[in-house]
């Protein structure tokens, strides 16, 4: 069965330090997404993408984040200038279509922001 | 505003005992509700959705618009359904994003 997948499954990052967080969603979906899951709180949305745009994106998806799928298959987080505040796991997820469509979703970056 | 709420943070149950997850949530529009579970070290998966009204792995779950309730049902606990389990609601937004609640942790014990 086709998976998300995500790379690294770990990234350990000084403050102040851009990280980018790569995911390949499964190849015939449309919709990807990305949120986040700061320990011990719930899911989060992030961001949702389609058509090459975004198509909405929470108030937590500020100027300091930014997404793109530079190919036909990966789909990157980019967070520019990273604070402790943003240490979290990372999930990237895709969907067929979008509206009311189940979303597979990758294993996961930690990331941890020093 | 939208909002998925799981009331109980661990649910520890012996096995053959009949289990219930409860979810809440609070939408104005015509929402689908999932439940997604996390086994240990696995990704979240989907489990089932309230449009499909199928049961997988002997869960259920019953919309109720009434008491805008998604609680997921099985009468006999196994052990291997110990998980976290996450009630997720997805809204009429074109873009599909879902909103989930804090989630539940299942323990079944022998």
């Known amino acids: 069965e086709p998976e998300v997948t995500q790379t690294p499954s770990h990234q350990v990052t000084q403050m102040g330090q851009e990280v980018i967080l790569r995911c390949v969603p499964i190849?015939?979906?449309?919709?990807f997404y990305w949120y986040r899951q700061i320990l011990g709180q719930k899911v989060e949305f992030l961001v949702s993408?389609?058509?090459?745009?975004?198509?909405?994106k929470s108030e937590i998806f500020d100027d300091q984040f930014s997404v793109e799928r530079p190919d036909g298959s990966n789909f990157t987080l980019k967070i520019r200038s990273t604070k402790l505040e943003d240490s979290a796991m990372y999930f990237c997820?895709?969907?067929?279509?979008?509206?009311?469509?189940?979303?597979?979703f990758g294993d996961g970056t930690r990331l941890s922001i020093l | 505003a939208q909002r998925v709420t799981q009331p109980e943070k661990l649910l520890s149950v012996f096995k053959g005992a009949p289990v219930e997850l409860k979810c809440n949530y609070s939408?104005?529009?015509?929402?689908?509700l999932f439940w997604y579970v996390q086994y240990s070290r696995q990704r979240l998966q989907l489990l089932l959705r309230?449009?499909s009204r199928e049961s997988i792995k002997g869960f259920t779950a019953d919309l109720n618009k009434g008491e805008t309730s998604f609680h997921l049902k099985k009468p006999f606990a196994q052990e291997e359904d110990s998980a976290m389990y996450y009630c997720?609601?997805?809204?009429?937004?074109?873009?599909?994003?879902?909103?989930f609640g804090q989630g539940t942790e299942l323990s079944v014990k022998p």
């Open positions: 997820a895709s969907s067929q279509t979008g509206i009311h469509q189940p979303q597979h």
């Open positions: 190849s015939n979906h449309l919709y």
């Open positions: 993408f389609y058509n090459n745009e975004i198509s909405e």
């Open positions: 939408y104005s529009g015509s929402p689908e």
């Open positions: 309230h449009i």
């Open positions: 997720a609601l997805s809204g009429d937004n074109q873009g599909g994003k879902l909103i």
